[in-house]
């Protein structure tokens, strides 16, 4: 994480080992485990950030603890402690943080300080930890409850931690009293646990049969054996009917026809997800096969990566074609994909950039890339970006700050090439206001076996649709295999709006002909049907932009057209590379 000039940076955490029993003597401090999100606050010039356990600044979730640690008596700091909502019990609550989480300003989020780094530009990490304690116990003498002191008890280990379980209390952490601060997993803070919990991603879900709203009975969950990502159980329990509902809706884009785990296994009422959501889970133990036991569901993690970045192995380097692309910046890998010189690229973006900037102007952009011999969708850290290519800092939805690009000019389209990519797939937002739509798209994407005619008939049907709703919809062919419609939206709606309203009008097309269209992104069951893709719509989802060429045979590219053409038949990949402006003659069958 780069550090601005002049400004204190987020310091990586010190972490304790898990032990089965607690020290003895009398060297050490005890403090209650508390169940929460670890969170750092950073406190500099009157104001204040939070900063999760991977370094992500949630500080737009954290305002009211954030305006009382900027009231502080100093001018600067660096505390750390866990952020956290007691239950009804006067317990930490997981899942009750969880829905707090969306109030910024909620004011039953309580962060517990055990730990004082910084003080007005001295770093005291060197110091005990028992004077460090000290100072931080003086420092939040008025900021209770917000900002709360969290006391530590010097008896010994064992009656301590019986009676944090007796208490139901989820463990305790003992601290050396004379240690320094140390970031890593350190042997000078150990952690004993009365209840067994830990985070493991989830693979699969089983829909609650006939709920309204939907929601899920049970989840799979899985764990990382190196590259392997292998079965680990089901959590059958432990869900609020608020938290079933809002875990379904979380998993609802990720949604794919095969299991992601590396031994398939038998699961006939699953649902199989991307494994990029993380699930906080207790259970009583482990069978020798990895299987945990009695596994009890807590809550979802949304302030840790989702899937654990790892250097491609040997063997994966291997299947991948020998490319050199760090795994971690492969979203989806396109195997198959064909992609341009970096020469017929620019070319291309000469002649075309002032139609393609009314369309790919101003917008955050998802990029397809060429790069070390493999074609992939990125994430995750960007190459070298050229001056004329503009940065957008945005919060994703997972937690923590990501980089979006965009361009204004012909400059920019060229420093897109230079960074080697192919495809734009802009937002359906400006870069002057990201967190509403101002486009609504509808993909129709047509399976196997199904003509052409067809998608021809659905997306004039869908004008008709959502000309009733009082939207004026343009076609775009894709270059693919599709047509996408588009439609301009009123100021000010939110993405979700947008999203349940593309949903709501495809709606119309499935109930008047469920046979033929459909809006599961399954493969298999889309032959033969019309996939009606709404998933398009979404804060930070995607389609491929106008103009934008694409990976395929031929260099088809994404180009809008008339209802009239629609009308005549027009393909999807008329418009190439070559002849951005011209029909291309259709190829013999």
Same mark, same amino acid.
């Given at each position: 994480?780069?550090?601005? /000039? ?18 003895? !003597? ?44 900027? &009231? ?30 969306? &109030? ?52 010994? @280990? ?42 493991? #991603? ?31 159980? /089901? ?19 990720? =949604? ?9 296994? /038998? ?67 396109? #195997? ?48 070298? =970006? ?13 937690? @923590? ?32 206001? =990201? ?27 869908? %004008? ?14 894709? @270059?693919? /295999? ?39 992104? !399954? ?33 088809? =590219? ?12 027009? %393909? ?18």
């Amino acid at each position: 994480m780069r550090k601005p /000039k002049g400004r204190l940076a987020f310091i990586e955490f010190q972490s304790p080992t898990l032990v089965e029993r607690a020290p003895a !003597d009398a060297d050490w401090l005890h403090e209650i485990k508390y169940d929460g999100y670890r969170t750092e606050l950073v406190i500099e010039g009157g104001q204040a950030r939070a900063f999760t356990r991977r370094g992500y600044d949630w500080s737009h979730r954290y305002k009211r603890i954030l305006q009382t640690a900027a &009231n502080l008596p100093i001018k600067s700091a660096i505390l750390d402690g866990e952020a956290v909502v007691l239950g009804k019990t006067g317990l930490p609550d997981f899942q009750a943080l969880e829905r707090e989480l969306g &109030n910024p300003n909620s004011s039953k989020i309580i962060f517990f300080a055990f730990d004082l780094l910084h003080l007005n530009g001295r770093d005291l990490r060197a110091q005990p930890l028992i004077e460090r304690k000290a100072a931080l116990q003086t420092l939040l003498q008025e900021s209770a409850p917000t900002l709360t002191y969290a006391e530590h008890l010097e008896l010994g @280990g064992k009656d301590v931690y019986d009676h944090a379980c007796r208490m139901g209390l989820e463990g305790i952490v003992s601290k050396r009293a004379d240690s320094p601060y140390r970031s890593g997993i350190q042997a000078s803070w150990l952690k004993v646990k009365c209840i067994k919990s830990d985070t493991f #991603p989830i693979v699969a879900f089983v829909e609650k049969l006939g709920a309204q709203p939907r929601r899920i009975a049970s989840l799979y969950i899985g764990r990382w054996e190196g590259d392997r990502l292998l079965y680990a159980g /089901k959590a059958q329990s432990g869900y609020t009917m608020e938290a079933a509902r809002r875990v379904r809706e979380r998993l609802d884009p990720l =949604i794919v026809s095969k299991s992601p785990l590396s031994e398939p296994i /038998k699961k006939p009422k699953a649902t199989w997800v991307r494994p990029e959501v993380l699930a906080e889970v207790q259970f009583s133990g482990v069978t020798d096969r990895g299987i945990l036991r009695e596994v009890v569901f807590k809550g979802l993690r949304e302030d840790l990566q989702a899937i654990p970045a790892k250097p491609p192995s040997p063997s994966k380097r291997r299947f991948d074609g020998q490319h050199g692309v760090p795994r971690e910046n492969i979203l989806q890998l396109l #195997p198959d994909a064909v992609p341009p010189s970096k020469e017929e690229l620019v070319d291309y973006w000469r002649r075309v950039a002032d139609r393609a900037l009314v369309h790919l102007s101003r917008r955050p952009l998802k990029l397809v890339r060429h790069a070390y011999g493999a074609t992939f969708y990125h994430k995750g850290p960007l190459p070298p =970006i050229p001056t004329s290519v503009h940065q957008l800092r945005v919060q994703k939805r997972e937690g @923590g700050e990501g980089v979006r690009v965009w361009v204004d000019d012909l400059d920019g389209l060229l420093g897109l090439v230079e960074m080697d990519a192919v495809e734009l797939h802009p937002w359906n937002a400006t870069v002057d206001d =990201i967190e509403h739509a101002d486009q609504l798209v509808l993909d129709l994407d047509p399976g196997e076996g199904m003509p052409w005619d067809a998608v021809i008939e659905a997306a004039l049907s869908l %004008r008709g649709i959502l000309e009733a709703a009082g939207l004026q919809s343009w076609p775009k062919v894709t @270059g693919g /295999k599709g047509v996408h419609l588009m439609a301009p939206l009123a100021p000010g709606m939110s993405h979700d709006r947008a999203r349940q309203l593309a949903k709501s009008l495809a709606q119309h097309l499935v109930d008047a002909d469920p046979e033929r269209y459909l809006l599961l992104a !399954d493969p298999a069951a889309r032959r033969g049907r019309i996939f009606l893709d709404y998933l398009r719509n979404g804060r930070g989802n995607t389609a491929v932009g106008a103009f934008s060429p694409r990976a395929r045979l031929g260099f088809p =590219i994404a180009h809008p057209v008339t209802w009239r053409q629609v009308e005549a038949g027009i %393909r999807p990949d008329a418009f190439t590379l070559a002849r951005p402006f011209k029909v291309a003659p259709r190829r013999a069958a």
